[in-house]
């Protein structure tokens, strides 16, 4: 018989670079877009290739 062992492996909920206040002021710039009526647009750069980017 398995036996599952449980991982004891404790997950951070904030990084630990992370500025509060510059934080805090992009959400109010965020908020502050949105009334205005604007649309946000979120962009993955995850698929994009590093060759194709100029130096």
Do not use: C
Request: cysteine-free; glycine content about 2%; hydrophobic content about 35%.
């Amino acid at each position: 018989m398995w036996a599952i062992q449980e991982s004891v492996v404790k997950k951070a909920l904030k990084h630990p670079k992370a500025d509060e206040s510059l934080r805090i002021e992009f959400k109010a710039k965020m908020e502050k877009y949105k009334s205005e009526g604007n649309s946000m647009v979120y962009i993955d750069e995850s698929e994009f290739s590093h060759e194709s980017t100029p130096h």
